[in-house]
């Protein structure tokens, strides 16, 4: 059974730092794409980003909003993806999904979320 | 950015009735679109991939079709846990972008 389980979030100041982390099992991780998508309070889910596999040289795709202030990365040894938020705004406020790429390039599976608070 | 657009942004209905739901999108993407389901409080859950390709364990009453810049999700009779919101997403190019989601209500 895939899993995706996501980690990290918390209330954070604005301008501030947070690590999100996403711990995948129940498929060979290191084969697929992976996104993290958000959604803020009551709207509707804002693509992230993305990181290709290691045949793609592990090559990132970022939205407009992020691009700068959050890296994404992942350890195909441990079987986990990574987003790095700095510079953090009260806008990125939202709920952070960790989401498998299937083989078509189309997201098939996602986590539960981990929530991302900014404030002060 | 390519836009997507669904119609209704809502929609009522009753167990059993059959609904459509719209995307089009502001460019050709081929059959770069997806569907997913959102129920509150919960993770979206992936329908449709492909434009008409249904996900492993999807029930069969759900269909996709379409090509180009417009497209239909298809419920033929609507079962009392497929009250939700619905999302398309188009990844022909990026940014990946979303619809701004169909909320389909119990009449």
């Known amino acids: 059974e895939v899993q995706l389980v996501e980690s990290g979030g918390g209330l954070v100041q604005p301008g501030g730092s947070l690590r999100l982390s996403c711990a995948a099992s129940?498929?060979?991780?290191?084969?697929?794409?992976m996104d993290w998508v958000r959604q803020a309070p009551g709207k509707g889910p804002e693509w992230v980003g993305r990181?290709?596999?290691?045949?793609?040289?592990?090559?990132?795709e970022y939205a407009a909003s992020v691009k700068g202030r959050f890296t994404i990365s992942r350890d195909d040894s441990k079987n986990s993806l990574y987003l790095q938020m700095n510079g953090l705004k009260t806008e990125d406020t939202a709920i952070y999904y960790c989401?498998?790429?299937?083989?078509?390039?189309?997201?098939?599976?996602w986590g539960q979320g981990t929530l991302v608070t900014v404030s002060s | 950015d390519i836009q997507m657009t669904q119609s209704p942004s809502s929609l009522s209905a009753s167990v059993g009735d059959r609904v459509t739901i719209t995307c089009r999108a502001s460019?050709?993407?081929?059959?770069?679109l997806a569907w997913f389901q959102q129920k509150p409080g919960k993770a979206p859950k992936s329908l449709i991939y492909?434009?008409?390709s249904l996900q492993s364990g999807v029930p069969s009453e759900f269909s996709g079709s379409g090509s180009g810049t417009d497209f239909t999700l298809t419920i033929s009779s609507l079962q009392p846990e497929d009250f939700a919101t619905y999302y398309c997403?188009?990844?022909?190019?990026?940014?990946?972008?979303f619809g701004q989601g169909t909320r389909l209500e119990i009449k």
């Open positions: 990181i290709r596999k290691k045949a793609n040289s592990y090559t990132t």
């Open positions: 492909a434009a008409s």
């Open positions: 997403q188009q990844y022909k190019s990026y940014p990946i972008t």
């Open positions: 460019q050709d993407i081929s059959n770069s």
């Open positions: 129940g498929f060979t991780f290191s084969d697929h794409y």
């Open positions: 989401v498998r790429v299937g083989p078509t390039y189309g997201p098939d599976y």
